[in-house]
């Protein structure tokens, strides 16, 4: 039988990054390229007790139905932490729970933009909402980023020249792929520009609080005013990346659509993994949990630039995060990254090609994404070792 799919989804390509999964179930590959958290950061102890601890007092709650909005004391800690520790929440705003980080992409451009809207995006970036904007059909636009973030000048012009622009994605502090942070003043721009053009801006957040260098820059939606900013944030990278458990603060108005889009989609976010992290916040402390995070990617980002330094050739750029999990090394124009990958793969190095990354999938690309946080510090010695071999190989 032939299958006939949907315009929405036919054009979808696999994820890059899953397709290189396929490689990674030879031990004798150095994967490079994933973007999970440390396995070393999981609270795997204090986690057990707790989880033991739910299914002997309580375990009906964990195991029955919920509400869409989230479990409403876990709703309660973020809300009150997000106002503590990064000033967002106004009287308008209100928080939900959603199935990481990415439901909240997916959901916020599911209730805000019709088909052929247009949304901006920086240029390259994180693939999962990519896919997200493109399963509906949007006009999708990457707009380059410099050493401080978003090209300003391009953005206000992709905002005069496109067509009904509904939203603007960003992430701000320790980009996906890139590893950049965005300025402050950038910051206060493109919030001025979603005014004077009047779009929305989607703020995405997984990373922000894995800062090991610098100080922090305060997010965009603590500058929010009239209500414009929606901002993601998540656990994954703070506590369990398989747990899945994500949150949205958003005006009400937009919270009250994502519910109604959320219940249609998964009915709530898995409820034992919600009290879970609301036990966790009860009876540990998560801010010594993520400054020990911070220092062991510390150590492992500063392993990998000092081994970057040593072997890559010199006309290869690599960009060097205060913190987050990536940073982004681009090769001279004349280079093909996607071979590049190839190459490397061959020789035992799993590494994502620049491609994945782009607004436009059929734009070339000479960069490629390294991810520290995942590999071992042998790992890393030996990953960029051949990397830099095969560098040699490939730039003569």
Known sequence: MEYIFSDKISPLKPSAIREI????????????????????SFPVKELALLSKEIFEKNPVEALQYSITEGYTPLREKVTNRLKQKFNIGKDFDETIIVSGGQQGIDLSCKV?????????CENPSFIGALN?????NVNLKGVDIEQDGIDIEKLEMSLQNEKNVKMIYVIPTFQNPSGVTMSLEKRK?????ARKYNAII????????????GEDIPTIKSFDQDGRVIY?????KILSAGMRVGFVNAPKEIIQKLVVAKQVNDVHTNIFFQILVNKYLENYDIDAHIEGIRQLYKKKCDTMLNMIDKCFDKRVITTRPDGGIFL???????CDAFQFSKKAIENFVAIVPG????????APTHSFRLNYSTPTKEQIEKGITILGEVLKQFLM
């Open 112 to 120: 805000l933009c019709n088909e052929g809207d247009t949304v901006l």
């Open 232 to 236: 993601c944030g998540s656990f994954s």
């Open 189 to 193: 721009k493109v919030y001025e520009l």
């Open 132 to 136: 997200a904007f493109r399963a509906y």
């Open 355 to 362: 491609s994945a990354f782009n607004a436009d999938e059929n």
């Open 328 to 334: 982004w090394c681009t090769m001279p124009s004349n």
């Open 21 to 40: 999964f396929k490689f990674l179930s030879d031990p004798k590959v150095i994967s490079l390229a994933a973007g999970n958290p440390a396995a070393e």
């Open 202 to 213: 989607l703020e995405d957040n997984p990373y922000g609080e894995l800062r090991f260098r």
